[in-house]
């Protein structure tokens, strides 16, 4: 099969996938989408759009009327000026190519409710599930330097429950933002800040059964874990570093598998790489950034 392209995106808080080219081959199936112009806003739901889309039902007193007040896009379907519908949805079996780049964690969106397999590992590094790929219900994982080709629609295999996944959730114009998703006996940590303005635990972001919220400007991935992060075996050591008076410290850890980003505690934003980061002596902290660190063992 021929894969048309490579994805090093991270979840969208709404799910669904980025318009994919179907498969030369291979069983189509349909599925219904709800999608809402909320306050009579602009709004594009995610998913793969490239099997064709039809309106099945008006929700809305405003009226649904294709290429004026909803469309498809390259992200999914598009809806304004209060159209509130239930859209069908053709899907079929599709390939993408999605590589772990410098043997980095990287999250290729893409709809995976038709299930997911490898079709043709193209890396030298082994592509092992669950060890360095997996699914989600938002898309594919990989990590460690596997690059592989994947078969996602009918016919592959069903994606089994993820024990985490990246959400990204962003608060625009500062105002609150909630960001469904499955959160029950589950653990919610802040895994990269994207904003300037600060992600603080329980006051700019939080989580119940609803699922993440983010107010005040906050933008950030979060990750979702099934499981407490207390019982994952490799979230075992907290470390708390702190940059005091904006000046450059070293905390030392043990940082050869790996450090998360737990919780932001600073008012000065904690980004990796810029603010933030560890190396083989451990982590360091920068510019005021003060968080709580997760150490892998």
Known sequence: ???????????????????????ATGATSTRTITCASVNNRYATCMTDTSGGVTLQQQLSQAPCIENRTWGVNAQ????????????????????????????????CQ??????????????NTRCIEHRTWGVTTQGIWVDKGC?????????????????????????LRNQRRDCPIHTRQATVTLRRQLSTAACLH????????????????????????????????????????????????????NTQRGVLLQRQLSQRPCRQNQTWGFDTQGIWVTQGC?????VRP
């Open 110 to 123: 893409v709809d995976t409710r038709g299930g997911v397999r490898l079709a043709r590992q193209i890396s």
């Open 1 to 23: 099969m021929k894969s048309w392209l490579s994805l090093v995106l991270l979840a969208g808080v709404t799910g669904g996938s980025l318009a994919l080219l179907p498969a």
């Open 290 to 294: 003060e968080a709580e660190f997760l």
């Open 202 to 253: 329980n006051q700019t972001w939080g989580y119940d059964n609803r699922g993440i919220w983010v107010t005040n400007g906050c933008r950030g991935e979060f990750l979702v874990a099934r499981r407490a992060v207390s019982d994952l075996p490799f979230h075992d050591a907290l470390v708390v570093c702190r940059s005091l008076d904006g000046t450059y410290v070293r905390c030392p850890a």
């Open 147 to 171: 690059a592989g080709e994947f078969e996602v629609g009918m016919g592959a295999a069903s994606p089994s429950p993820p024990e985490e996944q990246v959400v990204r959730c962003e608060s």
């Open 76 to 107: 999914g379907i598009w809806v304004d000026k209060g159209c509130r519908g239930l859209f069908r949805v053709t899907v079929g079996p599709t390939t993408l190519t999605c590589r772990s780049l410098n043997f980095k964690y990287q999250f």
